[in-house]
């Protein structure tokens, strides 16, 4: 086993202690982890969670003890774990996705929230601001903005050069949908591209959504930002490399789970933040007066060995600007 595995295994069977293992001791604060995913999928979330929350002072198990909550793809059943999060009178809660978030702050006007998301914060009706947001919530976003899905597109172009119709995956119920529709089509106007949009509401619609894209002669694909399609990664990585489809996604993440290349702000850098604000609220800090953090750096992965299974050759001038190279 590979170091990266092993530790990603062991942070797994942490996030997985009985709760008697884990038992609070009085007076330690208890945080509360909302997410719309699985634990086996938010492994490397959780573990960047404790390293945010271990820069602020705080160690799970010694001054701090979590509560996690897996709505396991079925984003249904997170207002009822978020209500349970609420009864148990959490001092703070870290909701990771928007279905999580605002799912949290529809249970709470006094909990303290940090969120983590992949879209603009505003638009999705978390907070009225950026700067100052105000209320009993906050977090970190990763918001892949219309100049980002222009450069995925651009990246995707010079790695398929001859494509003529470049696919768009979106996920039908998430909140920031029509905002993603409309600025892929505004970045593939400007670059001359012709796009096709499919829909994937759930894991069950993967197959139809790669069939109709063949069927309808698309040569590549961009899947956008969606806490579905990340929890999913394994299975839309695989999909793509089934239906042969050259594929860019918005994380690191999907490269490293066998994708072709990412371009995008770091997912597991975000949830350190989200453990960082956690600790800076849990000190005595108002969460309505922490800025909701955006990206500074995005990061360009491609995988070589996918690459050679699509029979693709990377320009080297692509590889020399790439921030990880996945052999």
Same mark, same amino acid.
């Given at each position: 086993?590979?170091?990266?595995?092993?530790?990603?295994?062991?942070?797994?069977?942490?996030?997985?202690?009985?709760?008697?293992?884990?038992?609070?001791?009085?007076?330690?604060? =208890?945080?509360?982890?909302?997410?719309?995913?699985?634990?086996?999928? &938010?492994?490397?979330? %959780? +573990? $960047?969670?404790?390293? @945010? #929350?271990?820069?602020?002072?705080?160690?799970?198990?010694?001054?701090?003890?979590?509560?996690?909550?897996?709505?396991?793809?079925?984003?249904?059943?997170?207002?009822?774990?978020?209500?349970?999060?609420?009864?148990?009178?959490?001092?703070?809660?870290?909701?990771?996705?928007?279905?999580?978030?605002?799912?949290?702050?529809?249970?709470?006007?006094?909990?303290?929230?940090?969120?983590?998301?992949?879209?603009?914060?505003?638009?999705?009706?978390?907070?009225?601001?950026?700067?100052?947001?105000?209320?009993?919530?906050?977090?970190?976003?990763?918001?892949?903005?219309?100049?980002?899905?222009?450069?995925?597109?651009?990246?995707?172009?010079?790695?398929?050069?001859?494509?003529?119709?470049?696919?768009?995956? =979106?996920?039908?119920?998430?909140?920031?949908?029509?905002?993603?529709? &409309?600025?892929?089509? %505004? +970045? $593939?106007?400007?670059? @001359? #591209?012709?796009?096709?949009?499919?829909?994937?509401?759930?894991?069950r619609d993967f197959d139809t959504a790669f069939a109709t894209l063949t069927q309808q002669r698309v040569e590549a694909l961009l899947i956008v930002g969606n806490a579905l399609f990340t929890g999913q990664r394994y299975r839309l990585v695989a999909v793509a490399a089934r239906y042969a489809l050259p594929t860019i996604y918005p994380l690191r993440e999907f490269?490293?789970?066998?994708?072709?290349?990412?371009?995008?702000?770091?997912?597991?850098?975000?949830?350190?933040?989200?453990?960082?604000?956690?600790?800076?609220?849990?000190?005595?800090?108002?969460?309505?007066?922490?800025?909701?953090?955006?990206?500074?750096?995005?990061?360009?992965?491609?995988?070589?060995?996918?690459?050679?299974?699509?029979?693709?050759?990377?320009?080297?001038?692509?590889?020399?600007?790439?921030?990880?190279?996945?052999?």
């Open positions: 086993m590979r170091r990266r595995e092993f530790i990603l295994a062991l942070g797994g069977a942490a996030a997985a202690w009985p709760l008697a293992a884990r038992a609070q001791q009085p007076g330690m604060p =208890v945080v509360g982890f909302l997410r719309s995913t699985s634990a086996n999928a &938010s492994i490397d979330l %959780v +573990a $960047a969670l404790r390293r @945010g #929350l271990a820069e602020a002072g705080y160690t799970e198990g010694q001054n701090i003890a979590i509560e996690y909550r897996w709505a396991e793809n079925r984003d249904e059943r997170l207002p009822a774990l978020a209500a349970d999060l609420v009864r148990r009178q959490c001092a703070l809660i870290v909701a990771g996705g928007n279905a999580a978030a605002l799912a949290a702050k529809s249970a709470t006007m006094t909990i303290p929230i940090v969120f983590a998301t992949g879209d603009d914060p505003v638009k999705v009706g978390l907070v009225p601001r950026l700067n100052r947001p105000g209320g009993n919530i906050t977090g970190i976003s990763f918001y892949n903005s219309a100049d980002l899905e222009s450069k995925q597109l651009e990246l995707l172009r010079e790695v398929v050069p001859k494509a003529g119709v470049i696919g768009v995956l =979106v996920n039908p119920t998430g909140a920031a949908v029509q905002s993603q529709e &409309s600025e892929a089509q %505004v +970045a $593939a106007r400007a670059l @001359g #591209l012709q796009l096709f949009v499919v829909n994937a509401a759930s894991e490269v490293a789970a066998g994708g072709l290349m990412s371009y995008g702000g770091s997912l597991t850098d975000a949830y350190r933040q989200v453990g960082v604000y956690a600790g800076r609220i849990l000190k005595g800090e108002k969460p309505g007066d922490l800025p909701v953090t955006l990206p500074t750096k995005f990061e360009l992965v491609i995988n070589l060995q996918t690459a050679k299974g699509l029979g693709i050759e990377i320009p080297p001038m692509l590889l020399a600007r790439a921030d990880e190279v996945i052999e």
